[in-house]
């Protein structure tokens, strides 16, 4: 017996409909990035080939849940945004709404725009983008941050500036790497590696470039992070805290101007099985000093493997290993144990710790480049181009070299040579400027 028409009807009102999310692949379906995420319905998925995407994202998700993610991950997919921020939150987007493993580069603006939303942010590389002003307050050369709670993990923030170019004292420039300006941002693993806060400056004074790491206004969270080579012409190196910031499992070292840490006179961060050391500046200082040796926290050296300036990955005699840091704090930092400072590399990739680095990179003011604690060696010679000595520099108290290239020493590419050229350590390139 067949069943009439509206029964059928009825019946099929009964049963659930089934909405199947999709995957939009660029540049097979959609040309562009953007374009992917334009036709894209919440709880689909952008899939995005290897390549450089010349496009700012500044549309953005436009309140959708969807996952933008690469097929290849951040060292062969690019985002390269130019004059605008490369990629904007700012539709309340939540949790669900993910970007994941992309490099993004070369902004004039930030990096990556989070405006009262809360995205999930994985395993990018934000680098290398500058945003300034010539007319007001600027912040956030990686990053910006402002409201919600977004979670970024697995993220390196790297050779990102802030700058005030406008005449002095001017206004401030906040966070090289990254600014929070309210919300409750959480950060996991995350590398903040060679960024500036610089303010405007005068015959060598610079004026409020304070964070070079970052700059929080905000309840910010921080779990196991590590901060390498960061610099604030004024104050905080690493960091510039406001509130009550939470630190747990984070190394920050070797800031080359600034300070560690640096916190607004009401701020009252809190500081658990952290490392600070070398930080040119101070490490426990100010707002901070008083936790050294409390709740886990040391002054040591991290002993990064460092076969290039951005690998932070630690010895295994490390004070910051799962094996040598202080009871119940396991991994400080983002990076495992993964090379020996004595005795067999852990694996054939492993680098010994000799190798040659020079932070920051083109370097702007001082040069502080590092052979690692081990090596013997105490002359270093700056060499020009055409392979003629500039300067010779003897091995300062702390282990490392610093350099202030004279006012006859015009911007260009130098080399920086260990004297002896001991086994592991090598030449390297750097660019000055003026």
């Known amino acids: 017996m067949r069943l009439p028409a509206t029964l059928l009807?009825?019946?099929?009102?009964?049963?659930?409909?089934?909405?199947?999310?999709?995957?939009?692949?660029?540049?097979?379906?959609?040309?562009?990035i953007q374009a992917g995420i334009n036709a894209a319905a919440p709880g689909d998925t952008v899939?995005?080939?290897?390549?450089?995407?010349?496009?700012?994202?500044?549309?953005?998700y436009q309140g959708k849940s969807i996952v933008?993610?690469?097929?290849?991950?951040?060292?062969?997919?690019?985002?390269?945004?130019?004059?605008?921020?490369?990629?904007?939150?700012?539709?309340?987007?939540?949790?669900?709404?993910?970007?994941?493993?992309?490099?993004?580069?070369?902004?004039?603006?930030?990096?990556?725009?989070?405006?009262?939303?809360?995205?999930?942010?994985?395993?990018?590389?934000i680098r290398d983008c500058s945003n300034g002003s010539l007319f007001g307050p600027v912040g956030g050369g990686g990053i910006l941050i402002s409201g919600g709670s977004s979670l970024i993990v697995d993220c390196v923030i790297a050779h990102n500036v802030t700058v005030f170019g406008g005449d002095p004292p001017g206004y401030p420039a906040y966070g090289g790497g990254l600014y929070c300006s309210g919300g409750a941002p959480t950060l996991i693993r995350c590398q903040f590696i060679g960024n500036e806060a610089r303010g405007a400056e005068i015959q060598g004074v610079y004026f409020d470039g304070n964070g070079g790491g970052l700059y929080s206004e905000s309840e910010l969270t921080l779990v196991n992070c590590t901060f390498y080579g960061n610099l604030a012409r004024l104050e905080g190196g690493g960091l510039f805290l406001s509130h009550r910031e939470v630190v747990q499992n984070t190394i920050v070292a070797s800031s080359t101007g600034g300070g560690a840490v640096a916190c607004w006179a009401n701020a009252s961060p809190s500081f658990s099985c952290s490392d600070l050391f070398g930080n040119v500046g101070g490490d426990w200082t100010g707002c901070i000093e008083d936790q050294l040796g409390t709740d886990g926290n040391i002054s040591l050296d991290p002993m990064f493997c460092l076969s290039t300036m951005e690998d932070l990955r630690i010895a295994h005699?490390?004070?910051?290993?799962?094996?040598?840091?202080?009871?119940?704090?396991?991994?400080?930092?983002?990076?495992d144990a993964e090379c020996f400072v004595d005795g067999v590399p852990s694996s054939e990739s492993a680098p010994a710790r000799s190798r040659l680095v020079v932070i920051p990179n083109p370097v702007r003011g001082v040069a502080r480049f590092e052979l690692g604690a081990i090596s013997p060696i105490a002359t270093l010679n700056i060499l020009?181009?055409?392979?003629?000595?500039?300067?010779?520099?003897?091995?300062?108290?702390?282990?490392?070299?610093?350099?202030?290239?004279?006012?006859?020493?015009?911007?260009?590419?130098?080399?920086?040579?260990p004297e002896g050229m001991a086994a592991g350590s090598e030449a390297i390139k750097f660019l000055l400027l003026r």
């Open 9 to 32: 009807c009825l019946a099929g009102l009964a049963t659930p409909l089934l909405v199947q999310s999709a995957t939009i692949r660029v540049p097979a379906d959609q040309p562009t």
């Open 47 to 60: 899939l995005v080939s290897p390549g450089t995407y010349t496009e700012s994202l500044h549309e953005g």
């Open 68 to 125: 933008v993610r690469s097929v290849g991950g951040p060292t062969v997919t690019t985002i390269r945004s130019g004059d605008e921020d490369a990629i904007r939150f700012s539709f309340g987007e939540g949790p669900q709404a993910k970007l994941t493993g992309f490099t993004i580069r070369d902004s004039h603006a930030s990096g990556l725009r989070i405006l009262n939303s809360s995205p999930t942010i994985e395993n990018c590389v």
């Open 317 to 335: 005699e490390s004070p910051c290993s799962p094996e040598g840091s202080p009871p119940g704090c396991g991994l400080i930092g983002a990076l």
């Open 384 to 417: 020009d181009s055409q392979g003629r000595l500039v300067e010779q520099l003897l091995r300062g108290q702390d282990g490392h070299w610093n350099w202030t290239a004279g006012s006859s020493v015009p911007a260009g590419v130098y080399f920086a040579k």
